[in-house]
């Protein structure tokens, strides 16, 4: 069975830096579309950045192009997010999501993600 599990939230200032961490085990696949997800009181989720294990393509959402970045360590295993400069409106929880075979290019963030974290809250203060 897999499990995903996401760590690093915290409460910030505007202008600080998190980085929050996607840990994944039980994963037999040697390829998947890594994403982060987020989600904030009374919207929509949002997809915020994805990166592919295998072709280590990358991808993001405007809101956070030039500020955000998706990095991993190990193949599949362990996915990051650095968030630098934090805004107010980057307060949310966020989710990590694996998607079986890997992205899907600019179809990736309306893509199908097999599993999913229990999300880790980041606060924004202004």
């Known amino acids: 069975q897999v499990h995903v599990r996401e760590s690093g939230g915290d409460s910030v200032q505007a202008g600080g830096s998190l980085t929050l961490s996607c840990e994944v085990f039980?994963?037999?696949?040697?390829?998947?579309?890594m994403g982060w997800f987020r989600q904030a009181p009374g919207r929509d989720r949002e997809a915020v950045a994805a990166?592919?294990?295998?072709?280590?393509?990358?991808y993001y959402t405007d809101s956070v192009k030039g500020r955000f970045t998706i990095f991993q360590k190990n193949i599949v295993s362990a996915v990051y997010l650095d968030m630098s400069p934090l805004r107010p409106d980057d307060g949310a929880t966020y989710s990590c999501?694996?998607?079986?075979?890997?992205?899907?290019?600019?179809?990736?963030?309306?893509?199908?993600?097999?599993?999913w974290g229990q999300g880790t809250k980041v606060t924004v203060s202004s």
């Open positions: 999501a694996v998607r079986d075979g890997g992205c899907e290019g600019q179809s990736t963030f309306s893509a199908k993600f097999n599993h």
């Open positions: 039980g994963y037999t696949h040697n390829r998947a579309c």
């Open positions: 990166l592919d294990t295998y072709t280590v393509s990358l």
